[in-house]
Structure formats: structure tokens, C-alpha cells
């Protein structure tokens, strides 16, 4: 079975400054998804950002990119000028490209915090 | 478009009693899922559907959960009877496919009492 694992229960970050969020994964696999899921305090689930396997090149999303390494099966969120709103919950979580995949698998999360 | 909407947003029930929470997916949606999310156990896939038939339901906890999804608009899942550790957080999501994004509800915050 597939798994996620978050390392980081917890980080924080200077307003303006740039913070990596950690994700491990483990998986037979070799076509899959990825995403980050972002839970503000308001308790919405946000798609912040998502990569395929098949792909090479990172995926970007305005300050958000992440840092995809398929050999290591790692695949950490780099949030670039940080602001107040970036302060929630972050999910990583794994998906199966396969039609008949499982859904979503989800690590445990990693609370940012972010300081003005 | 309208998103993926659950009712009630807060539920709190005195335990013994049943609890039903309702989700309406996004229109066209084929999958339909329900989480459970607590502090000790994160984010935990209870059930999904496709095309309103139970595809895997091996994370409901126990036989006093039971989930339906009458039609492609509307689900549910019931708590009977409830308990003080049945308290959680649960979420509704649809998806177009499998491996397509999932969209959330805004969930439910459970309280048992």
C-alpha cells in the first residue's frame, strides 16, 4: 500500500522569506500523481498545487513550486515570499494514475506558521 | 459553479443518537468520497462511490457508520448510535475521475457528546 509521510509536524517562516515543506512517499508504482493541499484555519481543503510522475519538470504555481525527485520518491512545496495567508495546514498527498487506482492517500500534514 | 456543499457545518449530538451528514457534489462528477479527519489519525478515506455505487468502503470504521448515495447529487453518512470518539471532522469530496483532483466540501465538524 501506498504511504505519506510528512517529517515536519510543524514549521514557520518571516513574512517575505522562503519555506520548504518536506514529503516522502512510498510506491510500487510508476505513474502517479501528487499534490499539496493547503487547510487554512477556515477548514477548506485547497488544491495548491499538483505534479505528474511522468513528468520531469517541476511544477509551478506563482510562489509555489515544488521540487520533485521520483528516484528518492520525495516531493517537498517551496512557498517563495511567504505572507499571512500562507499560514494553515499543508497536505501532501499520492494518487494512482491508474483508473482503477486508489484515491487519494494523505500524509499527516505539516502546520506553517507565518511571523509578520 | 457551485462546490462540493455538506450540511450541517457543525453538528453537536448527545452520544446514542444518530447523526446524518449530507454532501452534494459538483454536478458531473462521477466519484464521491468521504473523509474523516481527526488530530491523531489525520485524514482518513471512509468511502468513495462511482456513479453512486459503493466502490470501497473498507475505511468506515465500524457497522454503526453506513454511507448512501441515492443519486449523482446527493450523499450521505450516518453515525447510529453515535460516540464521544465518533467526534471529527468530515469531508465530502467529488471528483470527474479517479485521477483527476479531488474538490472538497467545506466539512463537518462533528461533537459528540
Known amino acids: 500500500a501506498q504511504t505519506v509521510t510528512q517529517s515536519q509536524p510543524e514549521m514557520s517562516v518571516q513574512e517575505a522569506e522562503t519555506v520548504t515543506l518536506s514529503c516522502t512517499y512510498d510506491?510500487?508504482?510508476?505513474?502517479?500523481?501528487l499534490f499539496w493541499y493547503k487547510q487554512p484555519p477556515s477548514r477548506q481543503m485547497i488544491l495548491v498545487i499538483r505534479q505528474e510522475a511522468y513528468k520531469q519538470q517541476n511544477a509551478t504555481e506563482n510562489r509555489f513550486s515544488v521540487n520533485f525527485q521520483k528516484a528518492a520518491k520525495s516531493f517537498s512545496l517551496k512557498i517563495s515570499d511567504s505572507q499571512l495567508g500562507d499560514a494553515a495546514m499543508y497536505f501532501c498527498?499520492?494518487?494512482?494514475?491508474?483508473?482503477?487506482?486508489?484515491?487519494?492517500?494523505f500524509g499527516k500534514g505539516t502546520r506553517l506558521s507565518v511571523i509578520a | 459553479d457551485a462546490g462540493v456543499i455538506q450540511s450541517p457545518r457543525h453538528e453537536v449530538t448527545e452520544m446514542g443518537q444518530e447523526v446524518t451528514l449530507r454532501c452534494k457534489p459538483i454536478s458531473g462528477h462521477d466519484y464521491l468520497f468521504w473523509y474523516r479527519q481527526t488530530m491523531m489519525r489525520g485524514l482518513e478515506l471512509l468511502i468513495y462511490f462511482n456513479n453512486n455505487v459503493p466502490i470501497d468502503d473498507s475505511g468506515m470504521p465500524e457497522d454503526r457508520f453506513s454511507a448512501k448515495m441515492p443519486n449523482a447529487s446527493f450523499s450521505t453518512l450516518k453515525i447510529q448510535p453515535s460516540e464521544p470518539r465518533d467526534s471529527a471532522v468530515y469531508f465530502c469530496?467529488?471528483?470527474?475521475?479517479?485521477?483527476?483532483?479531488?474538490?472538497f466540501g467545506d466539512g463537518t465538524r462533528l461533537s459528540i457528546l
Open positions: 510506491t510500487s508504482e510508476s505513474d502517479y500523481y
Open positions: 498527498a499520492y494518487r494512482s494514475a491508474s483508473v482503477i487506482g486508489t484515491p487519494l492517500v
Open positions: 469530496a467529488s471528483s470527474f475521475r479517479l485521477n483527476q483532483p479531488q474538490h
